[in-house]
Structures are given as structure tokens and as C-alpha cells.
């Protein structure tokens, strides 16, 4: 069973910086797209960020693009978000999610099956 669990949350001002992780369970990496997904208040949820462990491929929405950093260690089976240079427009839910390569196609914009409970970010101004 895939299981994922996030945290790093917190409050932070305008500038600042968080590191989220995501402990990943239960699948191997490399069968795997992992991604960072975020929900604001009255918002649609939106994709943040995807990495594929097996080639280091990433990608990111052009909202975070040159702030944010996604990243992996096998070794620990975890995930990490690195968001620098905060926005108050980053405030969210941020969510980690799994899904099979081969059911991924753009991975921001594809369906994940598999997620963690979230972890709030928020940013003050």
C-alpha cells in the first residue's frame, strides 16, 4: 500500500523559506512520478511540482519556477520541496501524491491515485 506522509508546514513571512518532506511507503521509486500539489482556500488545487526518481526529471508551474526545488533521497524514501523566496500567494494546503509512470503523461497535469494529508504553508506579508 502507498502511503505518504507530509510535513514542514508552518507560518513564515514574505522572503522566507521552508523545506516540506514527503516519507514515501509501500512502492519503489523508480516505478514512480512524485509530485507537489497545493490547495489555497476557494481554490482549485494545482500543481506545484513532479519529479521521476528513475531519470531526475522534473518540473515545475511557472508560478514557482526559480523559487522552489524539488529533490529526492532513496535512500530515506523521501521527497523534498524546497521553497525559497516565499510569497504570500503561496499560502496552501500542499499535498505529496504518487502515481505509476507509465499513467503519467504531462505530470502536473495528470491524475494522481495516490496521496498524503497535507501540510499547511502559510505566508504572511
Known amino acids: 500500500e502507498v502511503q505518504l506522509v507530509e510535513s514542514g508546514g508552518g507560518l513564515v513571512q514574505a522572503g522566507g523559506s521552508l523545506r516540506l518532506s514527503c516519507a514515501a511507503s509501500?512502492?519503489?521509486?523508480?516505478?514512480?512520478?512524485i509530485g507537489w500539489f497545493r490547495q489555497a482556500p476557494g481554490k482549485e488545487r494545482e500543481g506545484v511540482s513532479c519529479?521521476?526518481?528513475?531519470?531526475?526529471?522534473?518540473d515545475y508551474a511557472d508560478s514557482v519556477k526559480g523559487r522552489f526545488t524539488i529533490s529526492m533521497d532513496n535512500t530515506k524514501n523521501t521527497v523534498y520541496l524546497q521553497m525559497n523566496s516565499l510569497k504570500p500567494e503561496d499560502t496552501a494546503v500542499y499535498y505529496c501524491?504518487?502515481?505509476?509512470?507509465?499513467?503519467?503523461?504531462?505530470?502536473?497535469?495528470?491524475?494522481?491515485?495516490?496521496w498524503g494529508q497535507g501540510t499547511q504553508v502559510t505566508v504572511s506579508s
Open positions: 509501500g512502492f519503489t521509486f523508480d516505478d514512480y512520478v
Open positions: 519529479m521521476r526518481s528513475i531519470d531526475g526529471y522534473t
Open positions: 501524491a504518487a502515481e505509476l509512470i507509465l499513467r503519467v503523461g504531462v505530470c502536473l497535469q495528470s491524475v494522481f491515485n495516490s
